[in-house]
């Protein structure tokens, strides 16, 4: 089965409201990246993380290597904060291989 | 800061043609550059991982002879994918990190591949 399962695959938000994206891993990752891919195709990193939290603005992100998932939050959420976010682990078995998941598109409405 | 460009950003090629797709890093050195492939309705999947001064490693269902990939130096990869067919269309990404400096994984912008 698929190594990382991220979630929802689709999220609608109002602007100014938030929540979170869910990344689970069938196994035990070393390090997970978030990413956004805009408007132009871009992935843009957002975080790299091999344990703990790591915030910036609006964004915050969390990594449990134990518990095998990684979350990334997004509070009063733009209208520019509209794309496709992925998740990325490595599996540390396979050098710096990243597996991703299959993203989620968030739509940020007025 | 890092960055990464790919060109061509797009392209299209005829069932059976090979086209060759470049990645530059700039502002650290490529020690690693990985390129991955997002077909359509899926998600991104390495292709292969090339370290500069190891062997470039494939991954299952991605070959040399197919995907052969080129690493001359710490700011260039190209790669080519050989005679194309439908299967092979998607966004193509190459990702590059200095082994030595950062964990990030810095992606370019992608060349998405059209097969007619």
């Known amino acids: 089965g698929d190594q990382v399962e991220q979630s929802p695959s689709a999220l609608s938000l109002h602007e100014g409201t938030g929540s979170a994206l869910r990344c689970n891993f069938t196994t035990t990752m070393r390090a997970v990246q978030w990413f956004r891919k805009n408007s132009r195709g871009s992935l843009i990193n957002l975080f790299y993380l091999a344990s703990g939290t790591k915030e910036n603005g609006r964004l915050k992100s969390a990594f449990d290597s134990k518990e095998r998932y990684s979350t990334l939050h997004i509070r009063d959420a733009q209208l520019e904060d509209s794309g496709t976010y992925f998740c990325?682990?490595?599996?540390?078995?396979?050098?710096?291989?990243?597996?991703f998941g299959i993203g989620t598109l968030l739509s940020v409405k007025p | 800061g890092a960055l990464v460009y790919q060109y061509p950003r797009r392209t299209i090629c005829k069932s059976g043609t090979s086209m060759r797709m470049e990645c530059q890093a700039v502002?650290?050195?490529?020690?690693?550059v990985a390129w991955y492939r997002q077909s359509p309705q899926k998600t991104f999947e390495l292709i292969a991982l090339?370290?500069?001064?190891?062997?470039?490693?494939?991954e299952q269902n991605f070959t040399q002879e197919k995907f052969p990939i080129s690493h001359p130096n710490l700011s260039f990869s190209s790669m080519t994918v050989l005679n194309a067919y439908l299967e092979d269309r998607g966004l193509y990404l190459c990702?590059?990190?200095?082994?030595?400096?950062?964990?990030?994984?810095?992606f370019g912008s992608g060349t998405r591949l059209t097969v007619l």
């Open positions: 990325a682990a490595e599996d540390g078995s396979s050098g710096n291989k990243l597996i």
């Open positions: 990702g590059a990190r200095d082994e030595g400096a950062a964990e990030t994984l810095y």
């Open positions: 090339s370290t500069v001064n190891s062997a470039i490693k494939y």
């Open positions: 502002g650290f050195q490529a020690t690693s």
